[in-house]
């Protein structure tokens, strides 16, 4: 198969961590006889030093000519105080312009990766694996907001209609079918009147899935329930603010949060890919970012966007044998001696 992949490096270690990811892609293409070509656009900080935009108009028309995004990261303290400016509006511009609705957001904890868990072995059993689907392009983030006139007071307003939550939950739906078939809806319906429509609708759809258990959890519980016992969670749905949270909860209770990867989905296939970490900047042009959360989210455009379930297991498997070899990233080394960014990639490319 040919596929055109829309490549956003983005700011940060993502310029890094982006090229290790195409690597693996190349190497898996060779492998199994497809090609991969690659457009490379400018998002967030860059775009702002090159056009004065953190999303250029040619960024956005040529990713939806592509077949899939590979998004790096963008930000950094560089275009942190530009008067209505902020690179993070590329992310939500893509988001928004592309359609991609769905979030998806795994938590897995490694078992080689088990002693970065914050949690102790009791509650973490054999291995947190929750998938976090996120509803991105609704709720408070697309809302209206302003301040007065006066200035003296602002506002920011959740809205959702029927119609995207119900494709919302659709999407966790069908992957709880191939998962372990449990639904946890998260939203906070004793306050919200948004969350109580989430409630309805899932009830609309839950006969259509009679074998995925359903249950609901108002949002605070649920970040306290992510502690207290990770294991009762198979996917969560939940709205985008919600979402944002719960997933960097969900994260760092793995350890891990540089071996994390995204997909973010719309109608079809396409989607676009991304690590769950940020730019980074502190660790930048070093060479010792963990590349793994990229070349994991490559295995995720292979598994949704592409159908290539071989290839998706194929790098997937990779990451775990160099993991079980013992290969490190400063991040996940525990003191112990690290791989490089670059060396990392290599290792899973010679695992293939
Ligand atoms: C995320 C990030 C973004 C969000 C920011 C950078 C706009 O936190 O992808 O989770 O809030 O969605
Ligand atoms: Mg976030």
């Known amino acids: 198969m040919n596929k055109k992949i829309a490549v956003i490096p983005g700011d940060g270690i993502g310029v890094e961590v982006v090229k290790e990811a195409i690597k693996v892609l190349d190497a898996v293409g060779e492998k199994f006889g497809h090609t991969f070509s690659y457009e490379y656009l400018l998002a967030g900080g860059c775009a702002i030093d090159a056009t004065g935009k953190p999303l250029p108009e040619e960024t956005l028309e040529k990713a939806k000519q592509a077949d899939s995004v590979l998004l790096g990261a963008v930000g950094g303290p560089k275009w942190d105080n530009i008067p209505g400016i902020r690179p993070e509006q590329a992310l939500l511009g893509l988001r928004g312009g592309l359609g991609l609705y769905a979030n998806l957001r795994p938590a897995v904890m490694y078992k080689e990766l088990a002693s970065a868990c914050p949690l102790k072995s009791e509650i973490t059993g054999d291995g947190i694996d929750i998938m976090i689907v996120r509803e991105l392009t609704g709720g408070i983030y697309f809302g209206e907001s302003g301040r007065s006139e006066d200035g003296n007071s602002a506002y920011d307003t959740e809205s959702y209609s029927k119609k995207e939550i119900e494709r919302l939950l659709i999407q966790a739906f069908e992957i709880a079918m191939k998962r372990n078939k449990h639904v946890t809806v998260v939203d906070k319906a004793n306050i919200l009147e948004t969350s109580r429509m989430w409630r309805e609708v899932t009830r609309d759809i839950m006969p259509k899935y009679p074998e995925v258990k359903v249950d609901y959890l108002y949002v605070d519980n649920a970040s306290m329930q992510l502690v207290r016992n990770p294991l ?76 290539m379930k071989d290839e998706a297991d194929c790098i997937e498997n990779a990451v775990q044998k160099a993991l079980s070899d013992g290969l490190r990233t400063g991040d996940i080394a ?11 990639g290599d290792a899973v490319v010679a695992r293939l």
């Open 334 to 344: 525990g003191g112990k001696d690290a791989l490089g960014t670059k060396e990392m």
């Open 232 to 307: 009762q969670f198979d996917v969560i749905a939940t709205s985008n603010i919600f979402g944002d949270i719960l997933s960097d909860e969900a994260s760092q209770i793995t350890g891990s949060i540089g071996m994390l990867p995204s997909a973010s989905l719309g109608e079809g296939t396409f989607g676009m890919y991304e690590p769950v970490h940020g730019s980074a900047p502190d660790i930048a042009g070093k060479n010792i970012a963990n590349p793994l959360a990229t070349i994991l989210s490559v295995a995720m455009m292979l598994r949704y966007s592409f159908a």
